[in-house]
């Protein structure tokens, strides 16, 4: 899980070269494949200061992705979250990208808000040209194999759409 810590604290220790994504793939086993995975677009966000600049970036910059970006600083902050885990720091810049992912990993290791956030800031940055096209509906289809889980990816899931003012049933 996220490692806590004081309100309004944001980490910046993202990797800055592709030796260093590499070495962080490498220290945590995380294995990419697939023909369209280069190094420099799946680099890890390994800091929630290097998430909110890619949700910054979103939709080239526009009001909705500032937007975006701000709310979830003030998520992240209120829930005392440090740095992405794992499997967040891995999948959100590809999953930012558009790109599909298969994460594997264990039970509480941040998988719901590793495709949580993405889902987020894609109904966020797009919603608006949505509703002008006339395109409403459900945006994310979650789906779980019990009811139990699919309460649980609920409880997780109201932490990031609150706050964007999204619904969630």
Known sequence: LPQHVPEGALKDEAPTSSEAAAAFRMEHAINIGGAAASEAEVAPL????AVIQALSNCAEGSKA????ARTTRSVFSALKYETPSV???QSWPIALAG???IGISKT????TMGFMLPAVAQAVTQGEVWRKARQFGPYVVVLAPTRELAKQIFEEA?????PHKLGIA
């Open 65 to 68: 992705a500032s937007s975006l």
């Open 87 to 89: 499997i967040q720091a």
């Open 158 to 162: 109201s932490k990031m759409t609150g």
């Open 108 to 111: 509480g290791s941040g998988k």
């Open 46 to 49: 390994t800091s929630f200061a």
């Open 99 to 101: 790109r599909d992912v």
